[in-house]
């Protein structure tokens, strides 16, 4: 169960990292999907960003 979780873990990183390089990153908004702009709502982007990076390296460090 191990790898499934770590293969898990590296495709959000490759997927942080797009979002990244495009400025854009889609999230959870209520009961839909949300995409948010880094030059429309920086504080949320980069909020979002963050969160994901730590949940790759959760995946791929803890579970």
């Known amino acids: 169960m191990k790898p499934l979780f ?3 873990g590296v495709l959000l ?3 942080v990292i797009y979002a990244i390089a ?3 990153v889609y ?3 209520r009961w839909k999907g949300a995409t948010l ?3 429309a709502q920086p ?4 909020t979002v960003i963050v969160i994901y990076a730590g ?6 460090f803890v579970f």
């Not at 504080?43 to 980069?46: D, E, I, L, S, T």
């Not at 949940?55 to 791929?60: I, Q, R, T």
């Open 6 to 8: 770590q293969t898990l």
């Open 13 to 15: 990183a490759i997927y």
């Open 22 to 24: 495009s400025g854009r």
């Open 27 to 29: 999230t959870k908004d």
């Open 37 to 39: 702009e880094r030059d």
């Open 43 to 46: 504080g949320q982007y980069w």
């Open 55 to 60: 949940l790759s390296l959760a995946l791929y």
